[in-house]
């Protein structure tokens, strides 16, 4: 496990955060295709915190994507780097899940974010955000549609609807599971929306959430209950976590 300080330099004000999000949302790529689905590596990251104690946790779970098999997973605990503010939950997490990240033994391939990416209100969620700040290929799933609209898919897994704001197409409401609510994908980084649904199909043979956010969700869990266990818990050691746009 990592521990994290919260980077020199990174966005104290919702004005400064707002301002990184319009420097780096124009770095989105949206015009690459995204790995196969099935093929190579995928992992998912999520994160636990303990507000008491103004602690977040992150995991990182890298799985073959052909068989669904834990390859590699890695964790951070660090300080909460930023209030929440509906938009800006990047800021809150990111330091600890890069930290997660970076101590991964091997590639993560493309990365599934338990959130969003484009379906923010700003363009620019959690998941565009860890794949502009990274290189790597990134989609969000989130269990809810945030501000956004859409028609209820059709009940086959499978099915999906466009998720709205107003007329724009900013991700899908997604069928897993026949008749099941559905999950909320968008594109983050390098890949595109089929894409990014044909990548949760594969990722939830037997649940409605795909077994990358499954698994670091409770890996991530376990951890934040392990370092609000521990002797010391409120002390982080530094680490090699990056802030947005180069800033530290």
């Known amino acids: ?8 330099g990174w966005p104290a004000t919702e004005d400064q955060a707002r301002a ?3 420097e780096l949302r124009a770095r989105v790529v949206l015009d690459e ?3 196969p689905p099935g093929t190579g590596r995928v992992t998912g990251v999520d994160v636990a915190y303990d507000d008491e104690l103004d602690l977040v946790a992150a995991a990182a779970v890298v799985l ?3 068989t669904l098999d834990v390859v590699a997973e890695s964790t951070a605990v660090g ?3 930023f209030p929440y503010v509906p938009g800006l939950l ?3 997490e990111l330091p600890t899940v890069l930290a997660a990240l970076d101590t991964l033994p091997c590639s993560p391939g493309l990365v599934v974010c338990d959130g969003y990416g484009l379906a923010h209100p700003r363009r620019f969620g959690l998941a565009s955000h860890l794949g502009v700040l990274t290189g790597l290929p990134t989609i969000g799933v989130a269990k809810n549609p945030f501000t956004f609209a859409y028609d209820d898919p ?3 897994r499978g099915s999906g609807s466009p998720l709205l704001a107003d007329t724009e197409e900013v991700g899908r409401a997604l069928r897993t599971r026949d008749s099941v609510k559905p999950v909320f994908v968008s594109v983050g980084h390098r890949t595109t929306l089929d894409n990014a649904c ?5 990722l939830t043979p037997t649940y409605r959430l795909p077994e990358t956010t499954r698994r670091a969700d409770t890996l991530c869990r376990r951890v934040l209950r392990e370092a609000t266990q521990a002797p010391g818990s409120g002390d982080t050691a530094r680490s090699g976590a990056r802030a947005p746009g180069g800033r530290v």
């Open 33 to 35: 295709p995204g790995p």
């Open 1 to 8: 496990m990592t521990t994290v300080r919260v980077p020199a």
């Open 64 to 66: 073959d994507a052909a």
């Open 198 to 202: 044909a990548h949760v199909l594969a």
């Open 79 to 81: 300080r909460v780097s």
């Open 154 to 156: 059709p009940a086959a």
């Open 90 to 92: 990047a800021f809150r």
């Open 20 to 22: 990184v999000q319009d």
